[in-house]
């Protein structure tokens, strides 16, 4: 269990921010599940819950989802719920509980960029930009691949894409267990995004197999790919990411498994 030592409910970012960079220790509080599992003696503990970053904004061009939405809001929202199949509500459905759920937020979720992330997948495969106090609006991918700086994360934007079918995949060892790993695709009028998590490392778009099927299909096309082309981009993916062992599964386990999710979910993706 984490120590805190002062508690701030921050009445503007502007508040948070500078009461987060005043201390190395100093911490924003999402819903805490994480932290509480590590034992962190926390000089200030920064609470954003008064700021009004527990809503989903739905317009025709995207969702706004605030850095405090829960993943069950995420999980029970009716936009989200149609957008892409689903993959947004659906990505976030075996982790651990419904009460956890209610807690855990998806500021706290992504801004930690897990190895095991679900919702950092799933929205590597959508047109997905964070929005940070002091970084600014960056697309997902820039920020899991840049520097881990002290910052708050305000809110996530996906923007909608034209005929987009999205599809969501992971292999568990138990139900409610880390994934082993998680495959996330979509297809788009603008071409294919292929994500690949729990490798165990951070999601990563495999780029050259989204080349791969932008040049052999177009994005409205939906007739299913030949076997032979679903075993190309299963072995791309293989050799484009890294995969390696931990406790969950072997390299070569992943690896297999990667094959499999991805042709399986190219499969559900081209009807
Ligand atoms: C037992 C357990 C099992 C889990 N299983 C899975 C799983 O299967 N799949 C999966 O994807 N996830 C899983 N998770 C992770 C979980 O879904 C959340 O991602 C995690 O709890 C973080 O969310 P939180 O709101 O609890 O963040 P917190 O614990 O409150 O914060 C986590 C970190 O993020 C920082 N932070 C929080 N909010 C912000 C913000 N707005 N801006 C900047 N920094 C911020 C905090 O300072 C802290 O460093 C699991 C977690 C636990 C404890």
Avoid at 251 to 271: D, F, I, P, S, T
Wanted: net charge neutral; charged share 20%; proline share 2%.
């Amino acid at each position: 269990m984490f120590t805190i030592n002062n508690y701030v409910v921050a009445t503007s970012l502007e508040e948070a921010y500078t009461v987060l960079t005043k201390n190395k220790s100093n911490k924003i509080l999402g819903g805490t599940l994480w932290m509480r599992m590590g034992s962190q003696n926390i000089h200030t503990a920064i609470d954003l819950s008064k700021l009004g970053l527990d809503t989903i904004v739905e317009t025709k061009e995207a969702f706004e989802i605030g850095a405090m939405c829960t993943l069950r809001m995420l999980e029970l929202h009716s936009g989200l719920q149609a957008y892409g199949n689903g993959m947004v509500s659906n990505c976030v459905k075996d982790i651990v509980g419904v009460q956890f759920r209610n807690g855990a937020t998806i500021g706290g979720s992504l801004f930690s960029r897990f190895g095991f992330s679900d919702p950092l997948t799933a929205l590597l495969a959508l047109d997905t930009y964070v929005e940070l106090y002091k970084g600014g609006t960056i697309s997902l991918e820039a920020f899991i691949e840049g520097p881990y700086e002290k910052d708050i994360l305000i809110k996530i934007i996906i923007k909608k894409e034209m005929s987009l079918t999205g599809v969501y995949l992971t292999e568990r060892l138990s139900h409610t267990d880390f994934p082993v790993l998680a495959v996330a695709m979509t297809q788009s009028l603008a071409g294919y995004k292929v994500a690949i998590g729990a490798r165990p490392s951070k999601a990563a778009l495999a780029h050259e197999t989204m080349d791969y099927l932008n040049t052999i299909t177009s994005g409205h096309e939906r007739s299913p790919l030949s076997n032979e082309q679903l075993e190309v981009c299963g072995e791309k993916v293989v050799e484009e990411l890294n995969f390696a062992t931990n406790m969950r599964g072997s390299q070569h386990y992943r690896e297999h498994l990667a094959k499999v999710l991805v042709k399986r979910g190219l499969r559900q993706l081209r009807g």
